[in-house]
């Protein structure tokens, strides 16, 4: 029978409104295909993919366009049929920010003529995680981080697999809705990765405010009857979704600094991650699409829908009825780490797993930023234990040592310490901010060493030439001496006057 | 009085003889200083202080022989490192303005290159390349940025653009 | 034992030498800027103290006292303070080139630390043999230390927060000393020599 734990919580976090119910009173919308896709060849870990395809080339659903550039890296298929129209620079959301990529651009029919099938999944583990990246697998979390690097466990072991389902986050319900409708494939899925690894056990972690999502797993849990199988209920409190929290409190050990889950002999994944290598096990379909919470007050008809990649979120929003007339901005992520976009002409990528658009009334007021008063309720908030207080004022003193001292690059952005300060002081964008500083010190020292190292070359190189000139100096001049001297004058007045005879 | 000034005298000459010996067997060398000078400077080697590179530059101050404002691109925020750790007065940068600056890269013009080699021979960090008379180029993950190149061409062909796109 | 242990005590903490007594405050506010300088003043300082407190008892009790011109005490205790900072100086800038650098003009400051003299002076006035006038030389060479570390790590701190404009800088500094001098003088209640 499958066990049931109901797990303590970790440090730090809080309890929010969740707002999930705008979108998770639907089913998953599974009949969305664009007009247009526009498909990056970048990926935020390893090389860009190579495209191999050619403007106005047919190509079916899953077909590969875009080559792995070597042999760890990642493919990236075609996710809907369609007909090539340009490979251009497209601008495109990553992490935080929205940057240009090379992009394949692809106006869809209706076709829907599918290229993939069903694959044999071999015995050997390598074989398989080579598979994975071909299959362009990653992690669904917002992370995007290469599945099969993460698999990749065989020197360390791996006791636990945990299957991420808490999703923490306000207003998203794209993992919630994924495992109320394929708990068996998201299962599966686990499974699969779970032989990869060599785990023993598969944790599945879902917080209680999900109790749909929770008895599907449970009955799905049930009909694979599978003893490795073990469902986790963690209380709801942001922000239990993320790794190290949801290691934390079911576990009780702590991720060290500067470490990976693994270091400690457990591995997370994202529920959409697992279905996603299930449907490859079972259809042999690459990922070539995921499902995305579409919600908010600013549009009209909020629903999860299953988009391809590369969709515009333009026509996204569209097929969610559209914008009601008041909202706002629109978010890419939850309301707590998501970022505010400028255009909405910007295509799904594999981290999206949100869309939020919001209208004036949700929007938070601005409000005049205080001085710290000193109450610590940052401090007893941040899940990472860090003293938010301590490292906003090393940011304003651009303290680089004292920022690396105090932890921050172990501070997840979860943004617990802005809802909980009085003052209204603003330390999660100071400590992105601040991380962008420390990472532009660090390669401007790197950069300084190199110069440096250059300099002394070209210094040593100049000294050489001097050197060389100097010798062939003081060899002419110690041939041209005494007898010596006379004969080679009279050569060359010799074949100077030649030179002039001749002319 | 005599006995005192004996005794007083007598007391001041031992000493200093100790005082002699110990600094004949302690003696130092400001080398440590010198690096500790040179990691607070930017390092990039653009010779605006008039000294051949940051190291000598950091040797001048470190002998006391230069002011510990006359790196451009180093800013203000270098010479508030420096005063803080030499215990030196902080005085803002003279000539900010040419600052050269490790977000910006050198670009050569190819069309207008005359290929002079001027401008690699300025080259502080080795990085322009190209062979007389035909067209120079930088390589710009070794640029630091240092506008050296900039004043020696001929034809005005180099211009400093950001580093990154 | 017991009583070398109780001047240490005493000259550390109940008579603490800044703290209590409010010698040597120019190098107290001057070097705690930084915790590594102050570290490395604490230290320079306390060589000094040891070595000056030593020597200057063995010249009252071997040269001034046989000689009948103890008037010249003052004079040769600055003598020998002079001359073991330059010693200090000396020993500090082949040890630590940088702390050098850092610690610059207060490492001469030293020997006009009244602390140091003030060491010399009481250690002759109270009679101490040359094991106490030592051990009571090495307590207030602590004791210094302990304040200038405490005061350091708190200024440290003060920078980086937003101190009200009349109060920044040597302000803060002095309320910051006298609110731990307030502190210090809770010891008053311990037995001390």
């Keep these: 029978m499958v066990k049931n734990h109901i797990a303590k919580s970790f440090t730090g976090g809080i309890k929010l409104n969740a707002n999930k119910n705008v979108s998770s009173s639907k089913t998953i919308a599974e009949q969305f295909i664009p007009s247009k896709l526009i498909i990056p060849m970048s990926h935020q870990f390893g090389p860009d993919a190579i495209p191999i395809v050619k403007v106005n080339q047919r190509i079916k659903k899953g077909e590969l366009i875009g080559e792995p550039a070597d042999k760890n890296a990642l493919a990236v298929h075609a996710s809907c049929s369609g007909q090539v129209t ?27 003529d599918v290229s993939h099938q069903k694959k044999y999944w071999p015995r050997d583990t390598q074989t398989r995680l080579n598979l994975i990246n071909q299959a362009g697998i990653v992690g ?30 306000p207003f998203i319900s794209c993992d919630d809705v994924l495992m109320r409708e394929h708990a068996t494939e998201v299962l599966r899925g686990g499974m699969a990765m779970m032989e990869l690894v060599g785990a023993s056990a598969i944790l599945v972690c879902i917080e209680d405010d999900k109790p749909e999502a929770l008895n599907a797993v449970y009955d799905a849990a049930g009909q694979l009857n599978s003893k490795l199988i073990q469902i986790v209920t963690l209380p709801t409190r942001y922000p239990a979704g993320g790794e190290k929290q949801l290691i934390e409190a079911v576990t009780g050990k702590e991720v060290p600094s500067g470490e990976y889950p693994i270091n400690i002999g457990f591995i997370c994944q994202n529920v959409g991650t697992a279905y996603a290598l299930d449907r490859y096990i079972q259809l042999g379909e690459p990922q070539i699409n995921r499902v995305v919470t579409v919600t908010g007050q600013g549009i009209k008809n909020p629903q999860n829908v299953l988009v391809p990649i590369g969709s515009p979120i333009s026509e996204l929003i569209s097929f969610c009825g559209g914008y009601n007339d008041d909202v706002s901005h629109l978010i890419l992520g939850g309301n707590m780490m998501g970022y505010s976009l400028h255009t909405d002409e910007l295509p799904v990528t594999k ?60 501070c997840i952005e979860c943004g617990c310490c ?86 | 009085m005599a006995t005192a000034t004996l005794i007083l005298s007598g007391i001041a000459i031992t000493l200093a003889i100790l005082l002699m010996l110990a600094a004949r067997y302690f003696s130092s060398s400001t080398n440590e200083v010198v690096e500790k000078i040179e990691t607070l400077l930017p390092r990039i080697q653009c010779a605006q202080c008039g000294y051949p590179g940051c190291r000598p530059y950091a040797k001048a101050i470190a002998e006391e022989n230069a002011e510990i404002n006359l790196c451009p691109p180093g800013g203000d925020e270098t010479v508030r490192r420096l005063a803080n750790f030499l215990g030196r007065e902080f005085s803002p940068v003279t000539e900010p303005v040419k600052a050269a600056n490790l977000n910006t890269v050198a670009l050569i013009s190819e069309e207008l290159c005359i290929g002079c080699n001027l401008c690699s021979q300025a080259c502080p960090v080795d990085a322009i390349v190209g062979v007389h008379q035909r067209m120079h180029t930088v390589i710009s993950e070794h640029c630091t940025g240092c506008r050296l190149c900039v004043s020696p061409c001929p034809v005005d062909c180099i211009s400093l653009i950001p580093r990154h796109g | 034992m017991t009583e070398l242990v109780l001047i240490i005590f005493s000259a550390a903490l109940v008579n603490n030498f800044v703290l209590v007594q409010f010698l040597g405050l120019c190098p107290f506010l001057g070097a705690s800027k930084k915790f590594e300088g102050a570290l490395g003043m604490g230290l320079a300082t306390a060589l000094v103290l040891t070595i000056a407190s030593a020597l200057s008892y063995l010249i009252e009790h071997l040269i001034l006292a046989p000689f009948d011109v103890e008037y010249l005490r003052l004079i040769s205790f600055i003598l020998v303070i002079g001359a073991s900072v330059q010693f200090t100086e000396l020993l500090l800038r082949r040890a630590s080139p940088i702390l050098h650098q850092v610690l610059g003009i207060y490492i001469p400051l030293i020997a006009s630390n009244c602390a140091v003299l003030g060491v010399a002076l009481l250690n002759s006035n109270a009679a101490r043999n040359l094991s106490e006038a030592i051990y009571y030389g090495a307590g207030a060479a602590i004791g210094f230390g302990i304040a200038l570390i405490l005061l350091s790590t708190l200024r440290e701190r003060i920078e980086e927060e937003d101190v009200p404009g009349p109060f920044r800088g040597p302000a803060i500094t002095l309320i910051t000393a006298g609110i731990m001098s307030i502190a210090f003088f809770g010891f008053t209640g311990f037995p001390q020599i």
Excluded at chain 1, 90 to 109: A, D, K, R
Excluded at chain 1, 142 to 164: H, Q, V
Excluded at chain 1, 420 to 430: E, G, Y
Excluded at chain 1, 452 to 481: F, Y
């Design chain 1, 86 to 112: 340009a490979i251009e620079q497209h601008q495109e959301p990553i992490v935080g920010e929205v940057s240009s990529s090379t992009c394949v651009i692809i106006q869809t029919n209706k076709d829907d």
């Design chain 1, 140 to 169: 669904l979390g917002g992370g995007s981080f290469p599945t099969a690097e993460k698999l990749n466990s065989k020197s360390l072991n791996c006791e636990l697999l945990i299957l991420n389902g808490a999703e923490c986050e």
């Design chain 1, 351 to 410: 981290a999206t797993n949100c869309i939020l658009a919001i209208n004036k009334s949700q929007e938070e007021k601005s409000t005049q930023i205080w001085p710290c008063i000193r109450c610590g309720d940052c401090a007893s908030v941040c899940p990472a234990k860090l003293l938010p207080q301590r490292i906003v004022k090393a940011y304003t003193n651009k303290n680089f040592n004292k920022l690396e001292e105090l932890g921050l690059k172990d």
């Design chain 1, 418 to 503: 802005d809802v909980v300060c009085p003052s209204h002081i603003p330390l999660t964008a100071s400590f992105k901010n601040a991380k962008y500083l420390t990472e532009e010190a660090t390669t401007h020292s790197l950069l300084a060493n190199e110069a440096e190292m250059r300099h002394n070359l070209k210094k040593i190189r100049l000294s050489k030439e001097q050197m060389k000139v100097d010798r062939l100096h003081a060899e002419l001049k110690s041939n041209v001496r005494g007898d010596n001297r006379k004969s080679m004058i009279n050569d060359a007045v010799n074949r100077s006057r030649k030179l002039r005879n001749k002319k």
